[in-house]
């Protein structure tokens, strides 16, 4: 595909180092030139100095050719206009486009993506919102996320001294947990790796795990020495993803306190959260920070915008007694320290953003993906259509010639799920594929299930 990316912020970076690894036929533009120098050395793409509502960019960026173009630029305005230019000079070509103010996305002044000519829209705040609420009611260490319509779960859970799975080998770790229960990958120092029978995990891994979702206490109880229920939350930081939390949260009856340091801010966010304590104040400084956690929260969500400063008050509140701590932390290099400094979970609104727009560049066939890691490896499901070939259908999927560091993990059929290799079961038409597949293997998997 050529796909054309406006804005090599962060993000931009980051999903055109992925889309060049994949062997896609990348094009950067970007208006800081010297920015656009750098990159213009660094990477094996195109770089453009220019701006994406400039038609004489993008007739140099090879839109008449383009089949995606990614409007990710800091400005919502310049990303909206620079999707309808992109739309009037290349009819075929798909848009996406990064809006970050909310009132946007819904609400009285939510805008229609069709009336801009973008086949998507994406948000960080909301999908971010909706992450820490899931985080908050799983009880357990570590992250999860929900797939196959819920049904499955998916956990990102730290090896530490006090789990199981630190004193067995999977083999023998696999004979004492639930049948729908699979341990699918392995994230250590030297990245992802699918495990063997005769692998060993060690303490500062993360495992990732699927499970059926009535199954996951009983797991959890079975590896973890202590997990726990959280009903308090302390919110640093009440900006629009904060907001966005606390809301949710209300709903579900926790109890939830949030302090934001802008008293205008804190104001505004009172009045609307009335179910919620709201404390004008800084979260980050420390005497502030122990007399909350005194007050007994079970869980802190760090949402500043300060990588480090989120990271160090999210380990204190955990020196400090939290059960659960949740960082906001956007620099990607960051997150293996973090985990091995007591955070729980690391979110990010950029990472939020590009996952979305990878999860759009995989639809088809694809009926979803879930990223591991730095983008280390992908869960993706594969929807089998009416008419699969026979070579996915003649052999049982235990024999299947998958390409190499790709594994099948778990099979969803009308109301049964199986999971691992599933034995001598067949693919058939309709069901979900679940299948991970190391960074490097994800193109050649697409062919595969085409």
Not at 9 to 22: F, P, Q, T
Not at 401 to 428: S, Y
Request: hydrophobic share 45%.
């Amino acid at each position: 595909m050529h796909i054309i990316i406006i804005g090599a912020g962060e993000v931009g970076r980051y999903l055109a180092e992925i889309l060049i690894e994949e062997r896609h036929d990348v094009c950067l533009v970007e208006q800081d030139e010297k920015l656009a120098r750098e990159l213009d050395e660094r990477l094996d793409a195109q770089v453009i100095q220019g701006t994406g509502v400039s038609r004489e960019a993008l007739f140099r960026a090879g839109i008449k050719k383009a089949d995606l173009m990614l409007a990710i630029t800091q400005v919502d305005e310049i990303n909206l206009i620079a999707a309808m230019t992109a739309e009037r000079l290349a009819p075929n070509c798909l848009t996406v486009a990064r809006v970050r103010d909310p009132r946007y996305i819904s609400g009285t002044d939510a805008i229609k993506a069709e009336e801009y000519g973008v086949d998507f829209l994406v948000g960080p705040e909301q999908a971010v919102a909706e992450q820490v609420v899931d985080l908050l009611q799983y009880a357990g260490p570590g992250q999860i996320s929900p797939i196959a319509d819920g049904r499955v779960a998916m956990l990102e859970m730290p090896v530490t001294p006090n789990t199981l799975p630190v004193w067995a080998t999977l083999g023998e770790l696999s004979a004492e947990i639930p049948s729908q229960t699979f341990i699918a990958a392995v994230l250590g120092s030297e990245g992802l790796r699918i495990p063997t029978a005769e692998d060993r995990f060690q303490v500062g891994e993360r495992l990732f795990v699927l499970c059926a979702r009535e199954e996951i206490t009983r797991f959890l109880n079975l590896v973890v020495s202590d997990f726990h229920k959280v009903e308090q939350v302390l919110l640093i930081g009440g900006g629009d993803i904060g907001f966005h939390v606390a809301r949710h949260l209300q709903r579900l009856k926790f109890d939830v306190t949030i302090i934001e340091k802008d008293s205008e801010r804190a104001e505004r966010i009172a009045i609307k959260l009335t179910k919620s304590t709201v404390i004008h104040g800084d979260g980050t400084e420390p005497g502030m920070l122990a007399e909350l956690m005194a007050d007994g929260h079970d869980a802190v969500v760090v949402l500043i915008a300060d990588d480090e400063k989120a990271l160090l008050t999210g380990v204190m509140t955990k020196h400090l007694g939290a059960k659960k701590v949740i960082a906001r932390v956007d620099e990607r290099e960051y997150a293996p320290v973090a985990h091995k400094l007591g955070v729980d979970a690391v979110i990010s609104p950029r990472r939020a953003v590009a996952d979305s727009i990878l999860r759009f560049l995989r639809r088809g066939r694809i009926a979803s993906a879930t990223m591991l890691g730095d983008h280390d490896g992908e869960l993706i499901d594969f929807r089998i259509g009416k008419k699969p070939r026979r070579e996915l259908t003649e052999v049982p999927v235990s024999k299947l010639q998958l390409p190499e560091n790709c594994l099948i993990a778990v099979m969803v059929r009308d109301n049964e799920i199986f999971f691992g290799n599933t034995g001598d079961q067949h693919i058939r038409a309709g069901d979900h594929v679940f299948v991970i597949a190391l960074r490097e293997a994800v193109q050649r998997l697409e062919g595969f299930f085409e």
